[in-house]
């Protein structure tokens, strides 16, 4: 089985004329000769659901598309499925029924030994930051390096240039815990980054951190957006998802309720 594809439904042409295949959902964009460009879908859901082994239905139905390039805010009640919508997405678990696609991989079809590659693809931030305690920040950057088998003449610069990103370069000697809650999230987005993966994936990265903090990890975030890469962010963090006008979609009891930019609509 595969995605949907429309043939050209909005008469989209490659540069030889050629038509494009669109993928239903994925959103075109006028370029700046107003020729419709079509971006590539970065992650697909299609009718996916997840039953959790004790009967929990924490996904239901789910379609998605979010097109390279995009940042979007996935919100939803404390239970709703965001964090399962991530782990389906990094492939810590499998759906029950439908198809995920990430970065092109099809992922009910990813052998176990080639989840790697997609990881490569993927930046992962978490709430808790998920540090190593007894490396500085340099080193807790460079491991994400290490586990992939860079190799060693690349570490070095791809490290300072993450850290420089987030503004830790003058830290990178210090432990986690000589680290402000701040400054341990943007070692965390620094180790995410570090690898320039295509997509980042962050589940409630400010959860920890004060509203002022909060507010420069969604900047760092937004930044790094703009550099070129996916942001998928789930958040219980309203005033951010207001003020910033993202497209935010919402689940509520494992089902997509509203899917638009703007607005947090409910305090959840
Ligand atoms: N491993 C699991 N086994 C069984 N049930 C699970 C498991 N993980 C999550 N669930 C259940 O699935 C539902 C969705 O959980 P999930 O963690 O995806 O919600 P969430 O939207 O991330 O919530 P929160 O905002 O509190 O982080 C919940 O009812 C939860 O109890
Ligand atoms: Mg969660």
Redesign the pocket.
Known sequence: MSLSVDRASEGATDRSGAALPRLRGARGRAGRDGALTIRRPSVALQDVSKV???G?H?LVDVDLIIPEGDFVFLV?P???????LIKLLVRDELPTTGLVFVAGHDLSRLKRGKVPHLRREIGIVFQDFRLLASRTVRENVAFALEVIGAPRRQIGPAVERALAIVGLTEQAGQRPSQLSGGEQQRTGIARAIVHQPRILIAD?PTGNLDPLTSWEIIQLLLRINEMGTTVLM?T?NAEVVTALRKRVVA?EDGRVVRDEVGGYHREY
Do not use: V
């Open positions: 959790y082994p004790n929990r924490a939803g404390s239970g709703a499925g965001k964090s399962t409630e789930a219980h689940l």
